[in-house]
């Protein structure tokens, strides 16, 4: 039988590590999905991550280079180079659900491309303000909490975008 896991975390780098910290201080719990090179540093090291509080806090989820063949998501957030979108696309297609939702958390125009492909996802996009960056291999820096703006890029499912915007 499946395993419904809702939300899917794209990138542990100095966003989606900050994102995946955030998220478990507010108890929601989300699965990561990172290159196998950083698979292995987490395994070894743990993904560390000190925030604008000026404490380090260790991420207590699943990570993974390859999801779990039995592992399937409502909601996804991108938070990876935009160059690997057309390589993270037909992997979110085996791993989302018809209906799925996809948070763009990356920089540039067009971005969404890759993910337009699926028709009946949701595509929105977040711009923000806040500031993170990797200290060395292992350590994730948080410099500043701003605020994030998002907003429909494709569909028109307004239920999703308050479901993203409860997410904190």
Do not use: C
Request: charged residues 25%; aromatic residues 10%.
């Amino acid at each position: 039988m499946p395993s419904k896991k809702s939300l899917l975390v794209v990138g542990t780098g100095a966003v989606g590590g900050t994102l995946l910290v955030r998220l478990q201080q507010a108890a929601v719990k989300a699965v990561a999905l990172t290159t196998q090179d950083s698979y292995q540093r987490i395994l070894q090291s743990g993904l560390k991550v000190k925030l604008s509080d000026n404490h380090e806090y260790l991420y207590l989820g699943e990570v993974y280079y390859s999801l779990p063949d039995d592992y399937f998501f409502d909601y996804a957030i991108i938070t990876t180079k935009s160059y690997v979108n057309a390589t993270i696309q037909p992997v979110l297609e085996k791993k989302m659900n018809k209906d799925s939702s996809i948070l763009i958390f990356q920089n540039g125009i067009g971005i969404e491309g890759p993910f337009m492909k699926k028709k009946e996802w949701t595509i929105i996009r977040a711009v923000s303000s806040f500031g993170a960056f990797r200290e060395n291999k292992v350590s994730i820096i948080e410099k500043g909490v701003g605020k994030t703006k998002i907003g429909l890029i494709a569909g028109n499912n307004r239920k999703i975008l308050e479901f993203w915007k409860s997410v904190k």
